[in-house]
């Protein structure tokens, strides 16, 4: 709750109690309704309702839209159904759904009977859609025009039909079948008015972008920020439109994406409901089962080195310089395997760019370990202060590195190929798979270096004596 409206609640509660109907109109249209809403953050769904009985039906609508989900639902609950019913007949197409989407069944079959029925059809239709495509995230307040208007014509439409759309900054041009057959801007139209029997078929525009109704919602976000779109058409397969896309819901939707592969890139599974309001036992089940996949992981990690506790304890030397190789390679990795996964979720790499992909890498591989083999190197020297110390860590350093570029960027296009999100190749889950092969690096080119240099053969010959 903000201090704005912990200092207005008062004042409004008195209105209330006092049925200050002038006093509660003006403060349900003297400000913007996203203001309204955060006004009345501190009321209850019971009190918040008795406000919006003072405003008209559509300032009510654009109030409501602004509450927060649990705010809408709790109202959505607890008041007179069939108020409720006229409430939901007036929100946008989406929105409704996406608030019946969380009632429970019951509710929602109690309030679908109250709806008029060219609204009830269009909430079971657009219900139908799986969560994740375009159907499910589309509004079907569209402005719809047939081809043949002329341009006098069109405008009676468009007048006859603008107080029930979202938007009408794009005039969708269709058939008898409602087929998609072009676009035409509202300005395009109005410049069009000095001639007046100009059809629409002549004036759109026929090159447009437009989603299938079953496509993914990022894929629909990415095509609307690369045609810098304000709403994008959505068709069926026989490109029948069905709805539009606005931009404040692809919003909602890159919103929703970017959250969701932060949490998957961090190992937790994506949460349903915000953190605070997550039960602790749901966020513990999230969490805990990636910790759990990844703990495994390590436990490899455990393996590995006691495959190489002979070698270990003979050369005490090698154990100093583990953690350096294996962090160098893990954050090698998690660093190619974001900027592959946010080069994927905006569209700059595709499966086919595989090849070049694999080039960058092994050429920056090269160069990220080639530096930090110098600075190893160094630092061997330093705290060993023997050459065979500085070579190994070096020649180790550059291998892992390069593994860590590879590994980091081709798992997440392994990932898309097999239909699954790229961000599930979490940034631990790499760093724990490069840490086992770090360990094999290093073990291996360690004792390959101790052999050719006859480090082994000097140091049984003093254990010997």
């Given at each position: ?8 609640l008062?004042e ?13 109109r003006?403060f349900?249209?003297?400000?913007h309704?996203a ?6 953050e501190g009321l ?6 008795q406000v919006?009985?003072y405003?008209?039906?559509d300032?009510?609508?654009?109030i ?5 989900p649990d705010?809408?639902l709790?109202?959505l609950q607890?008041q ?11 929100l ?13 069944d019951?509710l929602?079959?109690?309030l679908?009977?109250?709806l008029p ?8 239709r ?5 969560e994740g495509?375009a ?9 719809k ?6 341009v006098r014509e069109?405008?009676?439409?468009l ?11 794009y ?8 087929h998609?057959r ?7 139209l ?6 007046p029997?100009t059809r629409?078929?002549e004036?759109m ?6 989603v299938?109704v079953m496509d993914?919602q ?5 095509k609307?920020?690369?045609f810098?779109?304000l709403?994008i058409?959505?068709v069926d397969?026989?490109?029948r ?9 692809v ?11 932060a ?9 349903d409901?915000s953190y ?13 089962m990636w910790?759990?996949?990844l703990f495994i992981t ?9 495959h190489y ?19 160098a ?9 974001t900027?592959?996964?946010?080069a994927l ?19 920056m591989g090269?160069?990220l370990g080639g ?9 061997a020297?330093v705290l060993?202060?023997?050459?065979i110390s ?14 860590g570029?590879?590994?980091g960027s081709?798992l997440p296009?392994v ?8 961000a599930?190749?979490?940034n ?5 798979i490069?840490?086992?092969m770090g360990i ?11 052999v ?5 053969a ?8």
């Amino acid at each position: 709750m903000t201090i704005f409206s912990m200092l207005y609640l008062p004042e409004l509660r008195e209105m209330l109690a006092e049925s200050d109907s002038d006093g509660l109109r003006e403060f349900c249209t003297a400000l913007h309704p996203a203001r309204t809403a955060e006004f009345m953050e501190g009321l209850t769904a019971a009190e918040a309702w008795q406000v919006l009985q003072y405003a008209d039906p559509d300032t009510r609508e654009e109030i409501f839209s602004y509450f927060e989900p649990d705010k809408q639902l709790e109202i959505l609950q607890t008041q007179d159904r069939t108020e409720m019913a006229e409430l939901v007949a007036e929100l946008a197409s989406d929105d409704r759904v996406d608030l019946l989407h969380e009632a429970d069944d019951g509710l929602v079959a109690e309030l679908l009977p109250l709806l008029p029925a060219e609204d009830r059809r269009d909430i079971l239709r657009l219900k139908s859609y799986p969560e994740g495509v375009a159907g499910a995230v589309m509004t079907s307040d569209i402005a719809k025009l047939d081809e043949e208007l002329q341009v006098r014509e069109a405008l009676n439409e468009l007048t006859r039909q603008a107080e029930e759309l979202e938007t009408i900054y794009y005039l969708y041009v269709v058939d008898e079948s409602d087929h998609l057959r072009g676009v035409v801007s509202t300005r395009q139209l109005l410049s069009a008015i000095s001639r007046p029997e100009t059809r629409l078929r002549e004036l759109m525009e026929s090159d447009l972008a437009v989603v299938n109704v079953m496509d993914d919602q990022e894929e629909v976000a990415r095509k609307v920020a690369k045609f810098d779109l304000l709403a994008i058409p959505v068709v069926d397969d026989e490109f029948r439109l069905l709805g539009i896309i606005t931009h404040d819901d692809v919003i909602d939707v890159m919103r929703e994406e970017a959250t969701e592969d932060a949490h998957l890139i961090a190992g937790v599974q994506p949460l349903d409901e915000s953190y605070l309001k997550t039960p602790l036992l749901t966020l513990s089940r999230k969490r805990g089962m990636w910790l759990t996949i990844l703990f495994i992981t390590a436990l490899f990690t455990a393996f590995a080195l006691q495959h190489y506790e002979e070698d270990t304890q003979k050369f005490a030397w090698l154990v100093m310089f583990i953690p350096l190789v294996i962090s160098a390679g893990g954050n090698t990795g998690t660093q190619s395997a974001t900027l592959v996964i946010t080069a994927l979720a905006r569209g700059d790499v595709k499966l086919n760019d595989w090849a070049r992909v694999i080039r960058r890498e092994l050429v920056m591989g090269l160069l990220l370990g080639g530096f930090l083999a110098m600075i190893g190197f160094a630092a061997a020297m330093v705290l060993n202060r023997r050459l065979i110390s500085a070579t190994v860590v070096a020649s180790t350093l550059v291998l892992v590195v390069l593994a860590g570029t590879l590994i980091g960027s081709m798992l997440p296009l392994v990932f898309r190929r097999l239909g699954l999100d790229p961000a599930l190749m979490s940034n631990p889950f790499v760093t724990g798979i490069i840490d086992i092969m770090g360990i094999v690096i290093y073990m291996n080119v360690a004792m390959a270096l101790i052999v050719l240099t006859g480090e082994a053969a000097a140091v049984d010959a003093m254990n010997a004596d």
